[in-house]
């Protein structure tokens, strides 16, 4: 099962790819193999990560050594940090990127949050409290130093991640070259309708991440561990066993139906094909409405901190545009 998904640029976009947050080194770069052996052509990547010099070596090896692609059958993406924000940063960062993933140009290059941290080399830059240090960039300022590297080739497309309708309005009020896709966290108990709408009126594809729900984010704690796990959602299950598929097939079907584009993380070479099969059963009606009745706008990739009053809110809820006080 292979497909693309046409992008505002004139480029093409795989609708299904293989995502990298949270592989680890000395296990990302057999990942990449394994997937491109699979049949995948995307590999979604990330500065943040701190993976992309393996995952570089391996699309090498599999360009140069094993053979099994050419450097324009493959669709690589990358985002920018929060720490390079400032236009002056934006193509160094990006070029940064490119000496680490051993490529020319990037197929996508996403501004990975609307969220500008401190400009410097401290990915998370803190003050002597330990508290983060925020700037207040005008994200607009940081596309338009996007557009010049897509008009110098480094880049073919360029969008966003972890945006609001707001903000994305914004930018298509001053952009010259349209943002051409954009990646948020989409689940079943976030599915993200209005978003993913305005998204596609507005020509922008939409990839989803933590479409698992992250049962390993970084931040899970004994009260949500239990309260969101998709892999133990019944209503999930018995649509699984009526196909005879993994739950983990059913949402990644139940996506591409939504018309929205998957990056599955893996490490394992047999789930990495897994994740692939879905290509040979469709869900019912039924089966959608019941996923549908699952939604609770719950994120989970929404990193939290303990207030001076001892409660949990979100890390990033003070700094200049977060993203996530608007309904989508």
């Not at 680890?24 to 491109?36: P, R």
Request: charged letters at 25%; hydrophobic letters at 40%; proline letters at 5%.
């Amino acid at each position: 099962m292979y497909c693309y998904k046409n992008l505002s640029s004139g480029h093409k976009m795989p609708a299904f790819g293989l995502g990298t947050w949270q592989s680890k080194l000395n296990e990302v770069g057999e990942a990449v193999v394994s997937a491109i052996r699979a049949g995948y052509r995307m590999i979604d990547c990330a500065f943040i990560y701190g993976n992309e010099e393996e995952i570089g070596c391996a699309i090498k090896h599999c360009i140069d050594d094993l053979q099994l692609v050419s450097r324009e059958e493959l669709f690589i993406t990358s985002k920018l940090w929060n720490t390079k924000h400032r236009p002056d940063d934006v193509q160094p960062a990006l070029r940064e990127s490119l000496k680490r993933l051993k490529l020319n140009y990037l197929d996508l290059y996403l501004i990975h949050w609307p969220i500008a941290f401190k400009s410097g080399e401290e990915v998370f830059p803190t003050d002597s409290n330990g508290n983060l240090i925020y700037e207040d960039v005008d994200f607009k300022e940081t596309w338009r130093a996007m557009e010049c590297c897509v008009k110098s080739g480094l880049l073919r497309s360029i969008g966003l991640s972890n945006f609001n309708s707001q903000q994305i309005t914004e930018i298509l009020s001053i952009a010259t070259v349209k943002p051409a896709n954009l990646q948020v966290e989409i689940h079943p108990y976030l599915q993200q309708t209005k978003l993913v709408e305005f998204c596609h009126r507005n020509q922008m594809t939409v990839t989803s991440y933590s479409s698992f729900a992250s049962p390993r984010r970084p931040w899970l704690d004994e009260e949500t561990k239990n309260s969101v796990n998709l892999f133990n959602e019944p209503v999930l299950l018995k649509i699984a066993a009526n196909h005879g598929k993994t739950v983990a097939q059913v949402i990644l079907r139940w996506l591409f139906e939504r018309d929205i584009i998957v990056i599955p993380k893996s490490v394992n070479p047999s789930r990495i094909k897994e994740n692939l099969q879905i290509d040979d059963f469709r869900l019912t009606e039924e089966d959608l409405g019941q996923i549908k009745c699952l939604n609770r706008n719950q994120r989970v990739i929404l990193p939290m901190i303990v207030n001076k009053e001892g409660k949990k809110v979100p890390r990033d809820i003070s700094a200049p545009n977060y993203p996530f006080n608007v309904e989508f």
